[in-house]
DNA sequence: CAGCATCCGCTTTGATACTG
DNA sequence: CAGTATCAAAGCGGATGCTG
């Protein structure tokens, strides 16, 4: 566990929870697996991270009752951890985290790991639908080790890892870079194309969502 | 400066800018002071810290733009730290945060430390003004090191350290953990009373501010 | 005195190796 | 697969010293 600032504010006693290094990525990669991750999905997710920190830290989130960890009844399966309800009330925070850091992405440089699940929190924070009374599409977003889909519809947006079930609307690939720039919104979408940004499929789908 | 995570992924690269331990304490003691904070009323701020770290940490968040360091022109007097624009656009992440961790103040327990100022950020991210057509009416709270003053009306809330200019229509006093749950909403108004709040004036502003 | 910088003991982190 | 063990390096906290 780490050292407390001993303060009477709800700031430092959120960082009292979640301030240690690594804590909130580990919040991040149990946020965009709603169905639970495995110790190694955590580890895969979190590239960087030594893994007696990544076992450190599960504990602590644990005992803080951010982090439930479910073991598995069959004979041979492996445990899965999966956000409590006091954990998953850390979303606006981490989106308003991401957002704010989203102001970084052109000018970050070096080695950068990327999993595509990560987009998962800054589309659902940034993208909006505009057309609420439409009919339901899908997007397909290709960039990274695996694709995302975005659902909207109804005013809502959702995102998660993985293919529609059927064909999408719309598909948007590129390098993760400016793809993430372009969700980010610091990237016009119109100047994409020129670092490899490819839209196809019913373009009106980029207006309703807000990424004219 | 701290070592990156080196994600791209925009949580990632705000906690490689506000990350490291009392970043994020020092950004609040800013937003808290809007004037601007010398050296030693951030230190005040912020007890526990350790003056090299205090240092380094400004250094770091000048260098990242979040902190703006305003030499002084006449003779003698002392440098001013004030949030970059960049820096007060955080202000979404650290309401969020200290929301979140306002659900941990009655269970809180051990030396804590406490300045009333602390109190800004969650009045104005949880205090709604819910008759924003009634005359305006001042709030002053009266807990800690120095009295807090809250004004409502026009459908918002502004809180700052001080007094009030008249005298106010309502007093809210109590020992400092007490006013804090009331705040954070994890305290009832009515119960509050049984661990020493006391509420004078004007009591139906208590429920203009949704604290019924 | 305000605003740091330096030094030192301790804790935390990160990389790698190892185990049930 | 899901961690634990080990150890060097970096970071932190506290005290103290320097400079205008």
Redesign the interface.
Known sequence: MSR??????????????I?D?WN??IV?ELLVRPDGARYTDLRDGL??VATNLLADRLRDLQHSGVVGREEPKPPVATPVFRLTE?GR??R??????????????PG?S??????SR?LV??IEALLADHHPDDPAVRVEVRTGDEPVVVEVGGGEVHARAGRPQDRPDLVISGP??AV?GVI?GKLPIAVAADVGVEVSGDTTVVNRLGLG
Chains 1, 2 share one sequence.
Do not use: I, M, N, T
Request: charged share 20%.
């Open positions: 407390s600032y001993g303060q009477l504010c709800g700031l430092a006693l959120a960082l009292d929870v301030g290094r909130l990525l991040r590239p960087g006091y009330a850390l606006p925070a981490v989106e308003a985290l991401a957002v704010w850091g989203g102001e970084r992405v970050s070096g080695e950068q790991d990327f999993r990560w929190v800054p993760p870079k993430l980010s």
